[in-house]
């Protein structure tokens, strides 16, 4: 279902976290040890995950109060690097699957479980983004929601 002119390599578990690592350091930003914690807990979740999933997560495993305020600031980072994405409608966040490129978003929402799919399809973007420029608006990150039912709830 990728529709895009290259083949992605997605790592998960610690690989991904090092592609994280690695694409927030090129950006000129430290990987700290908070950071590397909710990077963890966002990528732990199976479903788009809010700061306080996320605070509450990390709270858990480290022992100490983490507050979503701190969790928020990070995700804003992670979001602007690449690193996660936000599910707009959710207020929610994915990690996202290779950091190393740049996609516009498309997610397929459940409204029955909550899972979410996001997937690559720059052709269908790049006519989001063409209409958006056609009615003189300059588009920076096109985000697209598609709403219903997975196939585990149909």
């Avoid at 995950?49 to 701190?70: H, L, M, P, Q, T």
């Avoid at 409608?89 to 950091?99: D, E, I, K, Q, W």
Wanted: with cysteine; net charge negative; hydrophobic share 40%.
């Amino acid at each position: 279902m990728h529709a895009h002119d290259h083949s992605h390599h997605e790592p998960q578990g610690a690989d991904l976290a090092h592609a994280a690592q690695a694409t927030l350091e090129k950006a000129g930003e430290q990987w700290t040890a908070m950071r590397a914690s909710i990077f963890e807990a966002l990528a732990g979740f199976d479903k788009p995950a809010s700061a306080y999933d996320i605070a509450e997560a990390v709270s858990k495993r480290e022992g100490r109060r983490v507050a979503a305020n701190s969790v928020y600031r990070i995700l804003d980072l992670f979001v602007s690097a690449n690193l996660a994405r936000r599910v707009e409608s959710a207020n929610a966040y994915v990690a996202n699957a290779h950091p190393d490129c740049l996609h516009d978003c498309i997610f397929l929402v459940c409204d029955s479980c909550g899972q979410t799919t996001h997937i690559d399809d720059d052709t269908i973007t790049k006519s989001v983004r063409t209409a958006a420029r056609g009615a003189g608006f300059t588009p920076v990150r096109p985000v697209i929601e598609v709403r219903g039912k997975c196939a585990d709830c149909n």
